[in-house]
């Protein structure tokens, strides 16, 4: 199979997806794209683990459709979640700071967990069960939270406003055009 024909097969497989889990939810545009909104806006947040429990309390509270925002929410995944955090936190940063540098302070907290505390140490795979390991990861998060925290919370209401958007403004066109009077022709 080539390239293009595996990219046509994805993209008619993403609007399927699209078509029959968003656009035919039986609510109103609104509460599908404030759905749409909370799941990006939760995905961005440096939560995962505890994601999707928290978008389904989150989306319950706000009486949005929780079902249209399940997809997005797991925009962070174990695959996304280091360049996502990462530019979230040097965005953050410079949003409190107006520098894109890191701090001193967060780069010898950055090093500490990627190192290990000396030059012999195991690999990162048998590091990740030593205690010393989480010890570093936690002084790193102690580092560099606001800064991660600030920046996942715009990028995702950012993220998340787009969404709304689009998924509202999709909803509304595609109710649109499946209601129409068929024409004789």
């Known amino acids: 199979m080539s390239t293009r024909t595996g990219g046509k097969k994805l993209w008619k497989k993403f ?42 309390a989150v989306a319950s509270m706000l ?3 929780v079902i249209s925002g399940i997809v997005p929410v797991w925009f962070t995944n174990p695959l996304t979640a280091v360049p996502i955090y990462y530019g979230c936190w040097r965005f953050g940063g410079w949003l409190l700071t107006g520098r894109w540098e890191a701090s001193p302070e ?5 090093a500490r967990l990627i190192e290990g505390p000396d030059s012999q140490a ?11 390991f989480w010890h570093a990861a936690i002084g790193l998060l102690r580092s560099i939270g606001l800064e991660l925290w600030v920046g996942s919370i715009v990028f995702g209401a950012f ?17 649109q055009r499946v209601n129409r009077p068929k024409g004789n022709g």
């Open 15 to 56: 609007r399927y997806v699209v078509a029959h889990s968003i656009l035919h939810l039986d609510d109103t545009p609104h509460r599908i794209a404030l759905g749409v909104f909370i799941g990006f806006f939760i995905g961005a947040t440096p939560t995962m683990g505890v994601q999707t429990p928290l978008y389904f």
């Open 63 to 65: 009486r949005a459709n």
């Open 106 to 110: 967060s780069q010898a907290a950055i």
């Open 122 to 132: 195991a690999g990162f795979g048998e590091r990740i069960l030593d205690p010393d």
């Open 159 to 175: 993220v998340g406003a787009l969404g709304y958007l689009v998924t509202y403004r999709g909803v509304v066109v595609y109710r």
